[in-house]
């Protein structure tokens, strides 16, 4: 149980380009979900919270108009990278609140690699 | 300030070499405390929550204990499938809702 998907798992693009990774919990309901980004041998960085039905709230720092969130379901959210460039390079993560099972325990996703040329 | 704190930052054992990760936390409100196991280019997996000092939860090889200002991952008879990085987060109540915090994990090798 509590299974989190991410897609795609990798994608190379080219810069100026836009960029759309969705975020699945598979077997349960998650009213939450989170986007965090993480570099090499670093931890994780929250990005924004993502709550089903209205506006994301979004960490100090992190463009909104960049880092485009929705989360139109009980089940997806999904993160668009607007005019990528090589700087947004990153290893990209979502989770998930399972608020009906464990509701302070977030499940995460395999990750996306983004690579922008 | 709110802080979350994992040492060390890498630890080496020999396969059978038991030992502990350490995870210490100034952070007021905690609601709970969480341990995520994290392969290298993949997403963290969950493995304990703890939600208050004296609790300890188990399973297979590892245990977590939590105090009032720290947790422990205790690593019994460490095996090589068990390299990984070890992740711990706070989560802490903030005004109407939560906050968490991530330490920056520690990088655990069991030499075969």
């Known amino acids: 149980g509590a299974v989190v998907s991410q897609h795609p798992s990798r994608v190379i693009c080219k810069s100026g380009t836009s960029v759309k990774i969705e975020c699945r919990s598979l077997d349960f309901q998650a009213t939450t979900m989170f986007w965090y980004r993480q570099f090499p041998k670093q931890s994780l960085m929250l990005m924004a919270t993502s709550n089903e039905g209205s506006k994301a709230t979004y960490e100090q720092g992190v463009e909104k108009d960049k880092f485009l969130i929705n989360h139109a379901s009980l089940t997806l959210s999904t993160l668009t990278v607007t005019s990528a460039h090589p700087e947004d390079s990153s290893f990209y993560i979502c989770?998930?609140?399972?608020?009906?099972?464990?509701?302070?325990?977030?499940?995460f996703g395999p990750g996306t690699r983004l690579t922008v040329l | 300030e709110d802080q979350v704190t994992q040492s060390p930052e890498a630890l080496r054992l020999q396969e059978g070499e038991s030992s502990s990760l350490n995870c210490s936390y100034t952070?007021?409100?905690?609601?709970?405390l969480f341990w995520y196991r994290q392969d290298p280019g993949k997403g963290p997996e969950f493995l304990f929550t703890l939600y208050s000092a004296g609790e300890e939860k188990e399973k297979e090889r590892l245990k977590a204990t939590l105090t009032k200002k720290e947790s422990f991952l205790h690593i019994t008879a460490p095996k090589p499938e068990d390299s990984a990085t070890y992740l711990c987060a706070v989560q802490a109540s903030r005004g109407t809702g939560n906050q968490f915090y991530f330490g920056t994990g520690t990088s655990l090798t069991v030499i075969p």
């Open positions: 952070v007021s409100g905690l609601r709970g």
């Open positions: 989770s998930a609140r399972d608020s009906g099972r464990a509701p302070d325990t977030q499940y």
